[in-house]
């Protein structure tokens, strides 16, 4: 029977519909069965985008083709919100280092959690050997009733139901390097020099954790990069811990989550870095500059900006890809989706090696034959808002950059009695000019 006009005609053959369908049945039983998580070989990266779910049928006859590793539902960003299933029990307090001004809102964020709320308060054992800190009398009598780890060696997965930072961008920065993982909510308190990442004044801390703690928070679900570091001399290690590797089991030794960038320069070399980049295994381009910056929208306002990037919300789904310095007046930054595969080496022909570093830290040399693979991480970094994902972003632009500051334009109002007065006196000096000139 012929179909009636106008009406939407199959795009492939019934076997084909058939398979495929066959294939999703499969791959959705075997997500059930590893617990509602995809099995490795279908998740082998982030599938899924921050943003509304796009009507996926364009027109009469045009629509995306199913498959079975489709995006079916995508939660607006707007919607966000953190609400808690169990009473948060045990919380993470994470302070700026070397700095005395953050001591004493220390001593009493950590007091008021174990007396007011009754929380298990956990901290680095760093911190307990501070001098000045040990000086205070209402520390010492809490000292001996906070929980402490020792970074690179206690593993804080699935402990930590809360996390405060007190400080500056760095704290949370540090935050994201404890949690390779899942992160808990971050709640960070601007006591720092910037404060781009910290909305939180800690005036009224008391009702702001309070009001956090009973689920009144929205969420800004910012985006890490997985990094993944493959040497030439180590190809069987390449083979056993691939980025296409489950990101949902325990991570690859040689990889890395990062909330801003991670940098490939040219180190302490005194030539040009000469940089291949290939996106999902397709050469694009070499960086021939002092180097490359590829971070998250985050890191968009960090190092990015001052390489001449523009500005992304946190929000939008996105890797960006910055020349350091290049040596040509075309390369500018771009701006690639967030699902894609980066991987970077060091050209055959680089008179040098390059280095990397993942936000800051962990710095380390790539040399030719070796290469790093980057894409965007299913473990995002849940940040508290003070207010709402707009409100707060846009208050950081203004407070910490200065975005768009310069001084308001007078309205005409104001200008009247200078633009009707002087008129004729201004035209007759310059006949008077002009007959002077002659």
């Known amino acids: 029977m012929s179909a009636l006009p106008g009406a939407a005609k199959p795009f492939k053959s019934p076997k084909l519909q058939a398979k495929i369908n066959s294939s999703c049945k499969e791959n959705d039983r075997k997500a059930e069965e590893n617990g509602g998580v995809e099995s490795s070989s279908w998740w082998w990266r982030t599938r899924s985008l921050n943003a509304p779910s796009p009507f996926q049928q364009f027109g009469p006859c045009g629509r995306i083709m199913k498959n079975s590793v489709m995006v079916m539902q995508i939660q607006d960003p707007a919607s966000q919100r953190l609400t808690w299933y169990k009473p948060p029990l045990t919380v993470l307090v994470i302070k700026k280092v070397s700095d005395a001004s953050v001591l004493a809102p220390f001593v009493q964020l950590v007091t008021w959690l174990l007396i007011e709320k009754n929380m298990v308060v956990w901290v680095e054992s760093a911190v307990l050997e501070d001098s000045l800190l040990n000086e205070d009398t209402q520390f010492r009598d809490i000292r001996d009733k906070l929980v402490t780890f020792k970074d690179g060696r206690d593993d804080l997965t699935d402990r930590i139901d809360f996390i405060v930072c007190l400080g500056g961008d760095g704290t949370l920065l540090y935050a994201s390097l404890l949690f390779q993982q899942s992160v808990p909510p971050v709640m960070a308190f601007h006591l720092g020099s910037l404060g781009f990442l910290t909305p939180f004044r800690f005036d009224n801390f008391q009702e702001q954790l309070t009001s956090v703690l009973e689920g009144h928070a929205a969420l800004t679900l910012r985006s890490r990069l997985r990094c993944v570091m493959h040497r030439k001399s180590d190809k069987r290690q390449q083979a056993n811990h691939a980025l296409d ?7 690859a030794p040689n990889s890395i989550l990062v909330l801003n960038e991670v940098v490939i320069d040219r180190g302490p070399s005194p030539y040009l870095s000469n940089i291949d980049l290939f996106l999902d295994g397709k050469y694009i381009t070499s960086v021939q500059g002092d180097g490359l910056i590829v971070s998250t929208p985050t890191g968009s306002t960090a190092y990015a900006v001052a390489a001449g990037a523009s500005m992304i919300h946190p929000s939008v789904p996105a890797i960006m890809v910055t020349p350091i310095c290049p040596h040509s007046l075309s390369f500018r930054p771009i701006v690639v989706p967030a699902g894609v595969e980066l991987k970077i080496s060091v050209s055959p022909e680089s ?47 203004a407070d910490g950059l200065h975005w768009n500051v310069r001084k308001r334009q007078k309205c005409l109002d104001e200008l009247s009695d200078l633009t009707a007065s002087g008129s004729e006196d201004t035209f007759d000096e310059i006949e008077n000019l002009k007959l002077y000139d002659l």
């Open 245 to 251: 590797s489950d990101e949902h089991s325990t991570p």
């Open 351 to 397: 008179r040098n090696t390059s280095w990397v570093s993942f936000d800051g830290r962990n710095r380390q040399e790539l040399f030719h034959g070796d290469f790093l693979r980057v894409t965007t991480s299913i473990y995002p970094v849940p940040s508290i808002c003070a207010q709402d994902q707009i409100s707060d972003w846009f208050a950081s632009l």
